[in-house]
């Protein structure tokens, strides 16, 4: 078990549908993270919150919107989603955003797109 | 920039033997260096962490590695293969550059196989 938690751990969207992944931590860590990983390749880094508020959008289309309520919550709104975008979608979090503070993975949500 | 380099797609060892998994990496700083290690249909899990104290590194599951500037390497290394290890392994290090600081670049990943 991880002290990410990653909700739903599986999702299958139409590409008209509009759906959020969610991740929670109680570490206290101020540095958040969503990663998007397709089969046999390592995790693309999609966005970093610190201190809750967006530091960092690898030039991520606007069909997935990034949320972070509070320093413990991140969410990631997703609508009309293509084919291409089924993966898995892996959360993570750090104490804060630097090069010393290694990240700490939720299991992810596996998404399909049909 | 920083970069890394996993110089093996696939290992394969038998139960018992020992593990060696290579890393290089290309930086004009200091790096910190991690190894990750995910299990089928789970997250990443930190393994170890290079952050320019030690360069013999001890993580955990009896894995360690060392960092060598000289070879610019950071091999992942266990004395004797578990089955339960058996899994994909990724080598990172951490960009020091502008508003990426602290982003992490990913080697390709090497993926672990132990035969009993």
């Known amino acids: 078990d991880t002290e990410v938690t990653q909700t739903p751990k599986h999702l299958v969207m139409g590409m008209t549908n509009k759906k959020s992944l969610k991740c929670e931590q109680h570490?206290?860590?101020?540095?958040m993270y969503w990663y998007k990983q397709k089969a046999k390749k390592p995790p693309e880094l999609m966005f970093v919150?610190?201190?809750?508020?967006?530091?960092i959008n690898e030039s991520v289309p606007s069909r997935f919107s990034p949320e972070c309520p509070n320093s413990s919550l991140l969410n990631l709104h997703l609508h009309a989603l293509q084919p291409e975008d089924s993966a898995l979608y892996l959360c993570?979090?750090?104490?804060?955003?630097?090069?010393?503070?290694?990240?700490?993975f939720g299991n992810g949500t596996r998404l399909t797109v049909t | 920039a920083q970069s890394v380099t996993q110089l093996d797609s696939h290992v394969s060892v038998s139960e018992g033997t020992p593990v060696l998994l290579r890393c290089n990496y290309s930086?004009?700083?200091?790096?910190?260096l991690f190894w990750y290690v995910q299990h089928p249909n789970k997250g990443l899990q930190l393994l170890l962490k290079?952050?320019?104290?030690?360069?013999l590194v001890k993580g955990i599951n009896g894995f360690e590695a060392e960092f060598k500037k000289s070879e610019t390497s950071f091999h992942l290394t266990k004395p004797s293969a578990h089955m339960s290890d058996a899994a994909e392994y990724f080598c990172v290090v951490s960009d020091l550059h502008g508003g990426s600081q602290g982003n992490l670049i990913f080697g390709k990943g090497t993926k672990l196989s132990v035969k009993p």
């Open positions: 919150y610190s201190y809750e508020k967006l530091s």
């Open positions: 930086s004009s700083y200091s790096p910190s």
């Open positions: 570490m206290g860590h101020r540095a």
């Open positions: 993570a979090s750090s104490q804060n955003h630097g090069p010393n503070s290694p990240l700490h």
């Open positions: 290079y952050t320019s104290a030690a360069t």
